[in-house]
């Protein structure tokens, strides 16, 4: 962090700083004279915005040099570096960069507390939570808390990422929002701390049921002075801001928030991800035709896009576009359900993902999307399916827990799951899943309340008379996508073939 007790010549920095303006900072701190103070600021505007190679690139030859820093500017490059080598998963050597700082009581409190604060970080990036939670408590219930409102907000903020990695979600929104709320009361705003604060919030309160961390989430996008630095947050915060309003059932706004944030899209992930929502957006809210435009416009980004240096973002995508696949197109489903799974095995390095168990539990429902329609892969369907609604169900995500028992209700046909489905619905009324719940609770146990929405859109054309070939024409997929659907159909009603399925429901 920029500590506020820094030398009157760098005010102008400073400022850089807090507006969020970082190239620009960067820039200008890259042209100036090499000095202590200069690597330093440098590292830390670095660290900001995810430069991680670049720390270890600028501290590593200065610390080398043994007469470069003086003791204090050593250990809090030390501690700098530290932090860059934990968040590349190097273990040892950012262990060896603890080891190096030594006593941690020696120096002027201000430095004092930043050390904590990497120290912190460190440990949490290495997966050890419990001493990185001593750190944190230490610091916010001693009088050190009051000599720095920004580091202590930063202290708050991975007060919540700790809470996160104990699976304690609500916790962890309410952190981040006391985080914010400090942030608010500082002397001047820190738009780029409350930014990712705020893109963390908006990010939870999508999946848990808490409606004043979406009220802050809200408010705080509103008043936040967005820079060009601060894009990427801008429209992850957007996108997240949306989808809260799909799930309260209000498609204009989300289609309105999703249009807004659309500009601040900065790689094509990031408008992989733009053509995903979408186009989920369009499927629950009935626009089939533009749901499927906006899903090949995903797909043509996909294709040309190079995935071989992964990041988490990538492989959630991936598994979102695997999802909506999975009722258009089997085979190009599991392609990119193979592919998101790759990249995860990369991203096995950082301690903090690897222990998540969401993204597994998402994986798991994508994978049982992808199954459920096929032959003689029911039971491996039924079982992913299951793990999913467990951890879901756990960890408070209700609305994604209630979508799982839905879908086992279609694999099993147990009329529990959309008992299970519509508790966990009762936050949210007015949300597609709500609906579906409520849908087949209407519908009984008929064979057609197995069916997904596709194919009971394909059971309807079955008995319309069309043929394989013309239904994949009039929906936009694959023939073989059509059969699989069908023989989904067919098991539903109990019968092996078409002739048998018109009898049976003539």
């Known amino acids: 962090m920029l500590l506020m007790d820094a030398r009157p010549v760098l005010d102008h920095h400073q400022r850089a700083w807090l507006s969020g303006n970082y190239a620009t900072l960067a820039r200008e701190l890259a042209a100036e004279r ?55 998963g190097q273990r040892r050597r950012a262990e060896g960069a603890l080891r190096q700082i030594g006593l941690r009581d020696r120096w002027q409190p201000a430095v004092n507390v930043e050390i904590r604060l990497n120290d912190a970080l460190v440990y949490w990036m290495l ?52 985080a914010i709320r ?67 059932g209000d498609y204009i706004r989300a289609f309105r928030k999703l249009e807004e944030v659309r500009p601040f899209a900065r790689d094509a992930v990031d408008n992989v991800l733009v053509h995903l929502d979408r186009a989920h957006v369009a499927f629950i809210s009935g626009q089939e035709a533009a749901a499927r435009g906006e899903l090949q416009a995903a797909d ?37 359900l193979a592919l998101a799974a790759d990249i995860r095995r990369g991203l096995a390095r950082n301690m903090a993902i690897a222990h998540d168990r969401r993204y597994g539990a998402t994986a798991n429902f994508t994978e049982a999307l992808i199954r459920e329609a096929v032959p003689g892969r029911r039971e491996t369907a039924r079982l992913r399916a299951l793990k999913a609604f467990e951890v879901f169900a756990e960890i408070g995500y209700n609305w994604r827990a209630a979508r799982a028992a839905i879908l086992l209700h279609a694999i099993t046909g147990e009329q529990q799951w959309i008992a299970r489905a519509g508790e966990l619905c009762r936050s949210y009324p007015r949300s597609f899943v709500a609906q579906e719940a409520a849908r087949r609770v209407s519908e009984g146990a008929s064979p057609v309340d197995r069916l997904t929405v596709r194919q009971r859109h394909i059971y309807q054309l079955v008995r319309q008379g069309k043929s394989t070939d013309q239904i994949g024409m009039e929906l936009g997929i694959s023939p073989n996508t059509v059969r699989i659907h069908l023989g989904r159909i067919y098991g539903a009603f109990g019968v092996r073939s078409r002739t048998q399925l018109l009898k049976r429901v003539s």
């Open 34 to 88: 090499v000095s202590p103070g200069r690597e330093l600021l440098l590292a830390q505007v670095y660290l900001r915005i995810g430069r991680h190679q670049s720390v270890l690139d600028l501290l590593g030859p200065s610390l080398a040099v043994p007469d470069f820093f003086n003791p204090v500017e050593r250990v809090r490059a030390l501690s700098l570096e530290g932090v860059a080598l934990a968040a590349q």
């Open 127 to 178: 997966g050890e939570t419990a001493h990185a939670d001593a750190l944190v408590s230490d610091h916010l219930f001693g009088p050190d808390s009051r000599i720095d409102p920004y580091v202590t907000a930063r202290f708050v903020m991975l007060q919540s990422w700790i809470r996160a990695a104990s699976e304690d979600y609500h916790g962890q929104a309410r952190s981040l929002i006391d």
């Open 182 to 248: 400090r942030l608010q009361r500082a002397p001047e705003q820190d738009a780029g701390l409350l930014a990712w604060g705020v893109h963390a919030l908006a990010t939870l309160v999508r999946d848990i049921d808490m409606p004043e961390g979406f009220a802050v989430a809200q408010e705080v996008e509103a008043a936040i002075s967005w820079t060009p630095d601060l894009a990427m947050q801008r429209f992850r915060t957007g996108r997240a801001l949306a989808w809260c309003l799909a799930l309260q």
């Open 300 to 336: 043509r980004l996909i294709r040309s896009e190079d995935w071989s240096a992964p990041a988490t973002l990538e492989s959630g995508a991936l598994l979102h576009a695997a999802e909506l696949f999975s009722g258009v197109d089997a085979h190009r489903a599991e392609e990119l």
